[in-house]
C-alpha cells in the first residue's frame, strides 16, 4: 500500500464515522479499522515490510491516521451519549399533545340561535352597512334634528358626515326600500354607542333587528311572537314583560323584559336586583316611516323590535360582566357551547 492509496483509506474512514448514528455503528467501525486485527494493525505491518525510502513517509501517514481516527471515534461516542441521554427520558406510553381547538364565540352562537328560531317563524336575514348615512340611521326612521341621539356625545360622527349606525333599525329601511310589503326579515349586526364601558356597557355591541310588515299586523302580533321566540331561547319557565316607552320610528312603543334566567327571577347582580332584564325596545311601525318608503300605510301595518345580544348572552349563560364577551380569554370562551 503507498501514502496515496492509504490517504484515500483515511478519507473513507472518516466518512463512516460521521454516519455511524448509534453507538452499536461506531464500536463496528473501529473494531474495523483500529481493533487489534483491523486493517490499521495489518498497515502497520505492511509498513515494516515496506521499501526502505518509502518507509519513514508511510509510518508517518499511518500513524497520523491511527491517532486522529482514534481521537474522533472517542469524540463522536461521547456526543452519541449526549443525545442518548436527551431520549432515554422519553416515555413513549404517555398521550400525545393534542392541538388546541377553536370554539365559537358565545355572541356568534346567541345570534346563530336567534337567527335559527326566527327563521322557523319565516323570517329571512337581511344586511345593511357599519358605516351609515344620518338619513338611515335618524331621518328615515322619522328621528328629529333636535333628537339627543344625534349629539356627538353619544353618537361617533366620521369625518366625511356618515356615522357608526346607533342601531340596527336602518336595515328596516333599507329592506323596505328594495322591495314591497309583505316583509319579514331580521338583521343581525354590530352597533356603536358612545357609551362608557362598565359591567353592563360596552362601546360597541350587538343587535338584532326585527320587522315584520303585512296586512293587519297588530300589538298582539308582537307580543306573541316576541314571547314565543323568548321561550324558545331561554326556556318555557320565562316571563316576559313589556312597558310602554317611546321610540320615534315606532308607535305605540315598548321596552320588553325577559324575567332573569340567572337568578330565576329572585334578584341577582346581573338583574341588578329586579329580576328582570331589559332586552330592547319595539313597537308598530311609525306611518311616517312608511311614508319614507313609499308604502301604503292605510293599507299596511307592522311592527319592529330590536334584540339585544350581548344581554340574552349574558342571561343565558349567567356572565356577570359584558366586557367577558370581548376580552378574547380562551378560558372563559371554552366553556360556553351551544
Ligand atoms: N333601535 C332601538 C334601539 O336601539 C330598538 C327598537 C327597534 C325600537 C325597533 C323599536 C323598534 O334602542
Known amino acids: 500500500m503507498n501514502t496515496e492509496e492509504l490517504l484515500k483509506l483515511k478519507q473513507r474512514a472518516l466518512e463512516e464515522l460521521q454516519a455511524a448514528g448509534a453507538p452499536a455503528a461506531l464500536e463496528e467501525l473501529r473494531v474495523k479499522y483500529l481493533g487489534r486485527r483491523g486493517l490499521l494493525a495489518e498497515i502497520m505491518q505492511g509498513v515494516k515490510n515496506a521499501d526502505p525510502a518509502e518507509r519513514p513517509l508511510l509510518g508517518r501517514v499511518a500513524n497520523e491516521f491511527k491517532n486522529e481516527l482514534g481521537r ?135 343587535q338584532v333587528e326585527g320587522l315584520y310588515v303585512d296586512r293587519g299586523v297588530s300589538m298582539a302580533d308582537l307580543k306573541n311572537d316576541i314571547t314565543c321566540f323568548a321561550r324558545r331561547m331561554m326556556g318555557a319557565d320565562v316571563k316576559v314583560r313589556f312597558r310602554p316607552h317611546f321610540f320615534p320610528f315606532t308607535e305605540p312603543s315598548v321596552e320588553y323584559d325577559f324575567s332573569c334566567h340567572v337568578c330565576g327571577g329572585r334578584g341577582c347582580r346581573v338583574c341588578k336586583n329586579s329580576g328582570w332584564i331589559e332586552i330592547s325596545g319595539a313597537g308598530l311601525v311609525h306611518p311616517q316611516v312608511f311614508a319614507k318608503v313609499n308604502y301604503d300605510y292605510e293599507q299596511y301595518t307592522g311592527y319592529a323590535f330590536g334584540l339585544g345580544v350581548e344581554r340574552i348572552a349574558m342571561i343565558k349563560y349567567g356572565i356577570h360582566d359584558i366586557r367577558a364577551l370581548y376580552a378574547n380569554d380562551l378560558r372563559f370562551l371554552e366553556q360556553i357551547r351551544p
Open 72 to 206: 474522533r471515534v472517542d469524540q463522536r461516542r461521547r456526543e452519541l451519549q449526549q443525545t442518548d441521554v436527551k431520549i432515554a427520558p422519553c416515555d413513549w406510553t404517555l398521550p400525545g399533545r393534542w392541538p388546541r381547538q377553536g370554539t365559537r364565540h358565545p355572541i356568534s352562537i346567541v345570534i346563530e340561535e336567534v337567527t335559527a328560531i326566527f327563521a322557523a317563524m319565516g323570517f329571512t336575514v337581511a344586511d345593511g352597512p357599519d358605516m351609515e348615512t344620518a338619513y338611515y340611521n335618524f331621518d328615515a326612521l322619522n328621528t328629529p334634528d333636535d333628537h339627543p341621539a344625534r349629539d356627538p356625545q353619544d353618537t361617533f360622527w366620521l369625518a366625511d358626515g356618515r356615522l357608526l349606525r346607533t342601531q340596527t333599525s336602518p336595515v328596516q329601511i333599507r329592506v323596505m326600500e328594495t322591495q314591497p310589503p309583505p316583509v319579514r326579515i331580521i338583521a343581525p349586526g354590530r352597533v356603536y354607542r358612545r357609551d362608557t364601558t362598565d359591567a353592563t356597557h360596552s362601546a360597541n355591541f350587538h
